[in-house]
């Protein structure tokens, strides 16, 4: 047993002062939690900061991505025929349901030109792939790969095959942070797909599910109704898929229902996501179409900005300008259109 | 014979710490995981405590939570506490056996969470899923490991 080598037991002075300088600590560390927890200046600071964590972050990922990697390299041949049988009969279906669509796109394109509606059609996403690693389990976010070096910038759309993912809030130079549809913090403006009725959906802090707290009992919403983005407020393009109602329930006064969703996007971890580049690919909901007749298109990219972005980085992303990724998914409308 | 570990273990195990932190778990474990770097710091503040103080605890807390994302100043102020406690009972845990201090670790992972919890119920975030509360004990598992690790690491450092 090695001799006793701390200091000597701290005489009773000495165990104020160490009172003292705990409640000090305790004092700058509560204050950096509330300034924190109300936005404000000491974000931007930690935006900064988290910047230096990112070597970190990319060390932590590589198990995930190791892991992945030999799971590709393991997989027999039998399972690479039957999922390359099974990839070739989706892209099939899917090329099916693009070449109908393209001819929708093409009328819409025709009615909107007669109606003097001057909108850009093209979606134009970069694939983004997910870094592994878990966050703070009481936020819902995620960890890109990419991410100002990239082009990735604050306030981007991000989808899944699914539908709507979430939007980046952060963008590090290697990588970025996005916050999910479910982070207890996000609420997303959306409408019913089949009605028209607009709705704001909030996160829940869980990966499964969203929540409609305040629908008119009067509504034309039901358990089953998709839910698309609305466009309103500028942030979220519309027409993304959101999810779907499970659940409604009149709330504890009786004057609202209380709805629940679940997401259209797979938030277990795909491997990656797509960012929405353009501003404002706006196809409509079908039955939305009245309802929102008097929406603007939301703007929230300036086209003279496009040029403007840094060339993307080669192996981590592939631009598919004016292409359909796999976003159909009834009874939402792909929000790509066709090539004007 | 000075009793002193080379200055990169303190940093080397702080980093491993992080890393283990942000390491990926299935989303129904993630609140279960371990608190990596309260089992770390709670080390350093038994074996070397004129080196990792407060002010040390607080500034690997800053640390952590830069890079896990939550909170500024919530790991900060969990690491004080937790380092202010170990600080008091360190004389008589060091010489318990090794069980003993793994269930007192497990009550101060406890308190841990315990703080935790308070803040963010205090702002209104909600409290942790019930899983979380597997964490300490995991945690008190997890402690006679690191120890021992740790100490091996330590003493075979010093002879070589």
């Known amino acids: ?340 | 014979m000075i009793r002193r570990p080379p200055a990169w273990l303190l940093p080397a195990t702080v980093l491993m710490a992080l890393v283990l932190m942000l390491l990926p778990l299935p989303p129904a474990l993630a609140p279960a995981r371990p608190a990596w770097m309260a089992l770390v710091v709670a080390y350093w503040v038994i074996e070397t405590p004129e080196r990792v103080g407060l002010g040390a605890a607080f500034v690997i807390g800053l640390i952590a939570d830069l890079c896990v994302g939550g909170l500024l100043g919530e790991q900060a102020l969990r690491m004080v506490v937790l380092a202010f406690i170990l600080q008091r009972f360190r004389a008589r845990l060091r010489f318990f056996p090794l069980w003993q201090q793994s269930a007192a670790i497990g009550a101060i992972l406890l308190n841990d969470r315990v703080v935790a919890s308070a803040v963010h119920v205090a702002l209104g975030l909600g409290g942790p899923p019930p899983v979380a509360w597997l964490s300490p004990v995991i945690g008190m598992a997890a402690w006679p490991v690191l120890f021992l690790a740790l100490d091996a690491l330590r003493l075979r450092l010093r002879r070589a």
Request: charged fraction near 20%; charge should be neutral; glycine fraction near 10%.
């Open chain 1, 1 to 340: 047993m090695p001799p006793y080598a701390g200091p000597l037991p701290p005489a009773r002075t000495g165990e104020v002062v160490e009172t003292l300088r705990l409640l000090a600590y305790l004092v700058v560390a509560l204050v950096l939690v509330v300034l924190d927890h109300r936005g404000g200046w000491l974000r931007q600071v930690r935006t900064q900061a988290e910047a230096l964590m990112q070597p970190v972050r990319l060390v932590a990922g590589l198990p995930g991505r190791m892991v992945e990697r030999l799971a590709d390299d393991a997989g027999t041949l039998g399972q690479l025929t039957d999922e390359n049988a099974r990839l070739r009969r989706e892209l099939l279906v899917n090329q099916a349901r693009m070449a109908r669509m393209q001819t929708v796109a093409a009328d819409n394109l025709r009615l909107r030109a007669l109606l003097d509606a001057a909108q850009r059609d093209r979606l134009d996403v970069q694939l983004a792939p997910i870094l592994d690693v878990d966050l703070d389990p009481t936020r819902q976010r995620l960890v890109l790969a990419a991410g100002s070096g990239d082009g990735v910038r604050v306030g981007q759309t991000v989808l899944d095959a699914g539908g709507l993912v979430g939007q980046v809030i952060d963008a590090g130079t290697l990588q970025s942070t996005v916050l999910l549809l479910t982070d207890a913090s996000h609420a997303v403006p959306v409408t019913v797909a089949r009605s028209g009725v607009r709705l704001v959906a909030y996160g829940d802090g869980r990966n499964d599910a969203l929540r409609l707290p305040t629908v008119p009992t009067s509504s034309d919403v039901r358990v089953g109704d998709a839910l698309v983005t609305s466009g309103l407020g500028g942030r979220f393009a519309a027409g993304f898929a959101v999810g779907t109602i499970t659940a409604l329930a009149p709330d504890d006064s009786r004057a609202f229902l209380v709805g629940s969703v679940r997401p259209a996007a797979q938030f277990d971890r795909g491997r990656e996501v797509l960012l929405l580049r353009s501003g404002a690919p706006a196809p409509r909901a079908p039955g939305a179409a009245a309802a929102n007749v008097g929406t603007p298109p939301p703007a929230t990219v300036d086209a003279s900005a496009q040029p403007a972005l840094p060339p993307p980085a080669a192996a981590a992303q592939a631009e598919t300008p004016s292409a359909t990724p796999p976003l159909a998914r009834p009874p939402a409308p792909p929000p790509a259109g066709g090539p004007r």
